[in-house]
């Protein structure tokens, strides 16, 4: 992606619970390796406030913390095995997010899942939508990040970072 | 003799978890159960031993969508009972924010919420597709509400600038002036939604109602006044508990409140609309009026046009706040602790929101009680489809089952507001 088109990057997530905060964090370490082209953004409140954000850029990654305790395969299905960290990426307009992915903030607001499936039916997607999601483990009130959630943040940064520069 | 029910197990389209049971006998409803199992949340338990400071902040998490509601009924009755009264342009900038929660609260519920209901959709998203015009100028209408609730209180969700006494910071009136423009905007998409709301179609359905809501001799009532009814209440704040109680139900995690000795009441913007419709502002009155709404509506169907109408109510008045404002010296008024009692009405998006508190002189709260809207309504709620079941019993059980949901978000209930968390089941018997 070479011909000059604008990037955002938005880490998402409530830091006040625990490995909710992944997304925060690694967009943070991005904002600070990244080029400065690329912009980087962090958002703690509700998902429709997305559609405004990536309103102007042409192409977006998201990064979010997913439900424990679940392994979600792309046809749905889930198993019962538990990988704190691990990293899964989706193609927002050429796949559907599976339902149990991403959580709603709270009854009063919308899901990633349903942020999404508005914008695809008002045609306000950015071209290009990536959605990473880090598996937690603990979504408890606290700030500090699970042991193999905090360990799996440099391999997720590097991963993350080298999708968007091969894109450049 | 044909026995059927009703039943949904998880409500959509509302705030929180809660569901519906009605059990019918023939063409007769046997019993109806509004079941709020969304878990009882301690709120009055565990503000004891708290200061009286913290509970703004500390009520305003029982609602993501409300949380305004719950900070200035909870700091007007700690103001009460030190003695303080908030006024000038501190009481304007109240009023202001509180603008900007009706208008992100009545966006998201008309557009999101209950239209959906009207034209025949499952939800938002898929009545994006075929109306995406009409879903952006409601996303557009709570995101300027939401704007005005950040500029004003820090942040839209559980604002954190709201204080006992006033403010921690004041803007300027140059700040304040940068929400002209899109609140001009808002009111015409304000007028716009009476105008599409108006032409959606109603059931003919109609009760006798005891509207209760707050009272202002000046004003459309949002942050204070009396606490007035149609069949003769006429109280000031702290007569509140003389007059209205809660009641525990089984089959609810949430109180049930009624009038003692009467029974169930209506609060919310019908009631507000029936009681005060001459405190509205012209443009509003007369938007209402063309919107067929009368003077008086006891539909609670046409709830959805008294939101509207409240729309460009709360967007003139923000408008009219901001032309008139001057900054305070001061982001707040001084509020030394002493013992006493205070009460708070005011009027959240789905209605009177009462807050009682006792502190003692170090400003320790001894006792705390929070009666919510949609605790309040929970009893109309049940004699609606007490009344609504039987005259639609010839309806396809699907279609009864959404209708019955739809009187149920007649009311936009907030059901973690009223649980301090629908699914609808119908029983034939």
């Known amino acids: 992606m070479s011909d000059g088109k ?48 990536w309103q102007n850029y042409d192409c977006v990654y998201l990064i979010d913390a997913v439900n424990p305790g679940l ?32 959580t709603k903030y709270s009854t009063h607001c919308f899901s990633i899942q349903e942020t999404i499936a508005l914008c695809k039916n008002l045609e306000m997607l950015p071209e290009k939508l990536i959605i990473y999601g880090i598996e937690g483990h603990s979504f408890r009130v606290g700030t500090e990040l699970s042991g193999k959630v905090k360990q799996a943040i440099a391999g997720i940064t590097d991963c993350i970072k080298k999708e968007i520069e091969d894109s450049l | ?75 007007h009755a700690m103001e009460m009972a030190c003695g303080v009264k908030v006024e000038g342009p501190l009481r304007d900038l109240r009023r202001l924010v509180y603008c900007g929660e009706w208008i992100e609260s009545h966006a998201l519920h008309v557009y999101m919420l209950h239209a959906p209901d009207f034209l025949g959709y499952d939800d938002a998203i898929s009545m994006a597709k075929d109306h995406p015009d009409l879903v952006k100028q409601g996303l557009k209408l709570k995101k300027i509400g939401n704007e005005l609730m950040i500029l004003l209180g820090g942040r839209e969700i559980h604002p954190i600038n709201i204080c006992v006494g006033g403010f921690f910071k004041v803007p300027t009136p140059k700040e304040l002036q940068k929400m002209a423009e899109p609140l001009k905007w808002a009111l015409k998409a304000s007028l716009e939604t009476v105008k599409f709301v108006s032409a959606l179609e109603f059931p003919e359905f109609e009760q006798d109602y005891e509207f209760v809501s ?18 003769g209440i006429d109280i000031v704040v702290t007569d509140f508990l003389e007059i209205f109680e809660e009641q525990q139900v089984k089959h609810s ?37 063309e919107a067929g709404l009368g003077r008086q509506c006891n539909n609670p169907f046409k709830s959805i046009i008294a939101r509207a109408v409240e729309l460009v109510f709360a967007c003139e008045e923000a408008l009219r706040i901001i032309d008139n404002y001057q900054m305070p ?25 009462y807050h009682k508190y006792e502190i003692d002189n170090d400003g320790v709260i001894k006792a705390a009680r929070i009666i919510a809207p949609t605790s309040q309504n929970q009893k109309v709620i049940e004699n609606d489809l007490a009344a609504f079941v039987p005259l639609n019993l010839d309806l396809p059980h699907d279609t009864l089952t959404w209708k ?24 034939q018997e």
Request: glycine share 8%.
């Open chain 1, 71 to 102: 392994r979600c395969h792309r046809n749905g299905s889930h198993d019962e095995e538990q990988v704190p960290g691990r990293l899964y990426r989706f193609d927002a307009a050429a796949e559907q997010l599976p339902p149990i992915f991403f």
């Open chain 2, 329 to 353: 010296e001061k982001p707040y008024l001084d509020v030394p602790p002493k013992a006493g009692i205070g009460h708070g009405a005011t009027e959240a998006p789905r209605g009177l929101l």
């Open chain 1, 6 to 53: 604008s990037i955002l990057v938005i880490g998402m997530g409530n830091p006040y619970r625990c490995d909710d905060g992944i997304g925060l964090q690694i967009a943070r370490k991005l904002s600070k390796i990244l080029p400065e082209k690329v912009k980087v953004q962090t958002h703690t409140s509700d998902a429709l406030v997305l559609m405004e954000l």
């Open chain 2, 253 to 289: 995690t949430s109180l049930h409140a009624v009038v003692k000795d009467r029974g169930a009441y209506h609060v919310g913007p019908l009631a507000r609309y029936n009681l005060n419709f001459d405190k509205l502002t012209p443009l509003a009155q007369k938007a209402a009026v």
């Open chain 2, 214 to 231: 707050v009272n202002h001799d000046r004003e459309y009532p949002i942050n204070e006044g009396r606490v007035i009814s149609n069949k």
């Open chain 2, 404 to 427: 019955c949901e739809q009187a149920v978000r007649n009311y936009d209930p907030c059901i973690s507001c009223s649980c301090h968390f629908l699914k609808l089941n119908i029983k």
């Open chain 2, 1 to 75: 003799m044909k026995n059927r029910s009703v039943k949904v197990d998880c409500l959509t389209r509302v705030e929180g978890e809660g569901g519906l049971e009605i059990k019918i006998k023939g063409d007769k409803v046997t019993d109806i159960q509004f079941n709020i199992f969304e878990p009882p949340r301690f709120f009055e338990a565990f503000l004891h031993g708290r200061l009286f400071t913290e509970a703004p902040d500390i009520t305003a998490r029982i609602c993501g969508i409300c949380p305004i509601a719950y900070q200035m009924s909870s700091a």
